[in-house]
């Protein structure tokens, strides 16, 4: 067969120069590799593609035998460098040279194959990383006699290491910044990673949860009919915002209103294999909502109140007037005397009632100045206690350290004392009123708690409400605690109100303080 046709034969070609007759001439030897031949060039090729190479270690006489690969991985040339165990270790740094000794000894001792990962500088100042699988091979009286061993450079896979250290490092961050509770999921619904926010919102660890499958039931849907969302998030990939009115179940059992989203975790492939819920406690949020509410209602019907209120005061007015000439004209009629007297009289409680209006209507300027909120309470308490009944006991606890706020004295007593009549008035039967002061952030908290009757779960989102009352007919005119919620609300200040009936009410103010004696 011609030489050019044998594509699949390796030759090993010898240059060789000999004297023929008086010329110097070139001897060309042109050999076939055997098998064996080409495995081991094959071998070689694959080594350095692979950057993998084997070391030899003669115990008796210390020698240490490289690979060509090997010299590649250190970066040295071979011939230039000689391997021996005190060299080789010169490329780790101090601390770590004690690291491969004490793992091939370890081998020894167990008569084991053994493995360790090192990190090496080559002489131009690169660093790299190589694992190195090694056996001890012992002669037949049971003497070490060689260690032989494989090295490979694993820097790219020790990089990309690294690379996802860093990453995970990053979202570590970020997520331990987030406000917000983050809630990773795996394909079946069970938590597999939570961000602080999320811990101290639910009360929970990671570890509560294990075998838990839909996150432990933590969320409550209130929509019976709809889809769980994160079932259908899982399903369908989708991405879901949680329904309106979802509860938070914390650990310590209190439900806490939340809203946000959840999306799907897709791998590479796109196979959902978990979710990502982001959640917030919105019972701050919806406290402000229903108090922006509430502030724009009265807006209104205080405008409303004010138009009416001076309209209905010039009717009163002419009804009063011409009461007053009916009586000059039929003087000694005590009939018709005594029915004029009926039209005085409930024509001057419709004035008070008017009046009453104007007052709850009417935009006059606080009287903002610096005062102290504890001397204000001692003032109404020390009105309370000579007006409500010997039954009620007064108990107070102005636990606030810092008490200074800027208002309108004048109108937050009126508030104080309008709140304690009401107290008193629910407690028919004797009882406690419990006026008490704390510090919350940069504000005041104040409540205003009694041991009555309570207040029936249908009427609080009313109870500020003008002209709402649970009183009998003539006994209140409902805008008591209006007037009280446009005070705190002058003061820039919010107002709640909790009750239970049965054990009681409590209604807590909050006002902002201030620092500086001077301001």
Known sequence: MPLEQNRFLEYQVLLEPIQLEDELSILIRITPLSDQDQIIAR???AQSIAHFGYWDWHIPTGQVVWSDEVYNIFGVKKGEFIPSIDRILLFSREEERGIAPQLIQRSID?????????????????ERWYESNFEPLFDGEGTLEYIKGTAHD????KRAEQETRERERRLKT???SIGDGVIVTDGE?????????AEQLTGRRVSDFEDCPDMGGIFRYHDGEAENPLKKVLRTGEFQTLPENTLLLTAGGRACPVADSMAPVRDTQ????GAVIVFRDITEELRLQESLIQSQKMEAIGRLAAGIAHDFNNMLGGILGSCDLLRHSIAGDETVGDHLDIIVNAAEQAAELTSSLLSFSRKEPLARKPLFLHICIGKVVAILSKTI???IKIETMLEAEADRIKGDEARLQSALMNLGINASQAMAKGGVLTIRTGREGESILLEVRDSGSGIAPENLPRIFDPFFTTKDRGEGTGLGLAAVFNTVRDHRGTIGVSSEQGKGTSFQIRLPLIDSPDT
């Open 174 to 176: 970020i997520l331990d």
């Open 110 to 126: 167990e008569r084991r194959p053994g493995w360790y990962e090192m990190r090496i500088f080559r002489p131009d100042g690169e």
């Open 189 to 197: 619904g069970k938590i597999c990673l939570m961000n602080p926010a």
């Open 43 to 45: 071998q070689e090729e």
């Open 154 to 157: 694993i820097t790219r896979i």
């Open 270 to 273: 796109g196979h959902i294999t």
């Open 389 to 391: 009944g010997s039954n």
